[in-house]
Nanobody, 121 residues
Framework: QVQLVESGGGLVQAGGSLTLSCAASGNILVVNTMAWYRQAPGKQRELVASITRGSNTNYADSVKGRFTISRDNAKNTVYLQMNSLKPEDTAVYYC???????????????WGQGTQVTVSS
């Protein structure tokens, strides 16, 4: 099976920084687009940032200039560097990836378990 394992969540003060990591593992042929989503209490899950295998990136307007998404294709890992954090960034952050496994030619979408990021004022 394919798994996305996240790390780096935690508690940080407003204005601080935090970096999330997500590593894909399993019977993987290739990891295509990877992304970070977040869901705050009482709100819908939203796309924070995405990155293609060729490192083309897109960001939500609310995080532009503060967050940076990057990836290491050799490690099948995506990162989210979060700077100048605000209390409104508090949410559960989820890793997402489009992955083609060695078992078939079908491209499937996978989710991580989610990691809590809490920003205190």
């Amino acid at each position: 099976q394919v798994q996305l394992v996240e790390s780096g969540g935690g508690l940080v003060q407003a204005g601080g920084s935090l970096t999330l990591s997500c590593a894909a593992s399993g019977n993987i042929l290739v990891v295509n687009t990877m992304a970070w989503y977040r869901q705050a209490p009482g709100k819908q899950r939203e796309l924070v940032a995405s990155i293609t295998r060729g490192s083309n990136t897109n960001y939500a307007d609310s995080v532009k200039g503060r967050f940076t998404i990057s990836r290491d294709n050799a490690k099948n890992t995506v990162y989210l560097q979060m700077n100048s954090l605000k209390p409104e960034d508090t949410a559960v952050y989820y890793c997402n990836a489009d992955i083609r496994t060695r078992a078939g030619i079908i491209l499937l979408n996978y989710w991580g378990q989610g990691t809590q990021v809490t920003v205190s004022s």
